[in-house]
């Protein structure tokens, strides 16, 4: 179990090039353990670059980013599972090489690869798909594959970027609520990334709001709604959802 902490982070990109563009102006807030926090603002406004911090890929020019784990010893760092807008999967692997891959990376004893290689893909229902090679599966088994990647490695935090942004409305739709059930039943610390309201409705314990770039913090959300209620067509769901879109109109006025 780990929460996350983002303290006055402030990030320029263009430095080098004497541009400074501010990216991120003082972001701060916790993603609580074992719940989906989503990031909801504009494109252009910094949420992969927050998400790239947050992973390591990406230093602050000020602030920090804390992931505190149970874990947390010196020599081992938390374990971090990331699901991209593009799949980015090994093309030339088959699925199960594409969980090896990561199982690898992440030093897992190979005694429990096959029980995990199992376990999550059958979460993400594509355990015949197994032995396929990802550009022969559609692009919402892809995503799957990318998700099943993310998680074989059992992490403490797992990030997503917008993972649902590509895929045609059906096959997202399906996806979001496999993604809900999925997250609700493993102890881990979900953020996800996205500009589309309903889906920071649908997918958040809490929201919160970012203004156009440079991210600042407008305004952090609790889902009045648990998981298990929450149901696009359902009134009191779609009452949150107005709510939070005025709050994302009134911070772009
Ligand atoms: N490595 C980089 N170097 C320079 N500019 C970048 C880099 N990464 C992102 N940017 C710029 O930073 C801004 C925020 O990007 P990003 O975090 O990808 O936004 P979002 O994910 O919210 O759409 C954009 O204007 C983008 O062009
Ligand atoms: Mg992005």
């Known amino acids: 179990m780990a929460y996350v902490q983002i303290d ?5 990109f263009g430095r ?14 916790d993603a609580k353990e074992n719940g989906t926090t989503c990031l909801l603002g504009p494109s252009g406004c910094g949420k992969s670059t927050l998400l ?7 230093t602050l020019d000020q602030g920090r980013v804390r992931i505190v784990s149970q874990r947390n010893h010196r020599d081992d760092s938390p374990r971090i599972g990331y699901v991209f807008q593009d799949p980015r999967l090994l093309n030339w692997k088959r699925v199960e090489g594409n969980l090896v891959f990561a199982l690898k990376g992440m030093k897992v004893p190979p005694a429990e690869w096959e029980g995990r290689i199992h376990k999550y893909l059958k979460l993400v229902d594509l355990v015949e798909f197994r032995q396929q ?6 692009g919402g088994m892809r995503q799957r594959v990318g998700l099943a990647r993310a998680l074989v490695i059992e992490p403490e935090v797992l990030l997503m970027d917008e993972p649902y942004s590509k895929l045609d409305q059906l096959t997202a739709r ?14 881990q610390t979900t953020l996800l990334v996205t500009h589309d309201v309903e889906e920071a409705a649908y997918m958040g314990d809490r929201i919160v709001i970012l203004s156009a770039r440079p991210a600042r913090v407008i305004e952090i959300v609790e889902n009045p709604l648990p998981p298990a209620d929450r149901d696009l067509d359902d ?9 939070l879109l005025k709050l994302v109109l009134q911070s772009v006025q």
Request: charged content about 25%; hydrophobic content about 45%.
């Open 174 to 187: 399906k996806l979001r609520e496999d993604t809900l059930l999925i997250c609700a039943g493993l102890k």
């Open 8 to 12: 006055g982070a402030v990030k320029f």
């Open 133 to 138: 090679h990802p550009l022969y599966l559609s």
């Open 16 to 29: 080098e090039a004497g541009e400074d563009m501010l990216v991120l102006g003082k972001v701060s807030f």
């Open 235 to 243: 009134l009191n769901f779609i009452e949150f959802k107005k709510h």
């Open 52 to 58: 790239n911090v947050i992973s390591g890929l990406e």
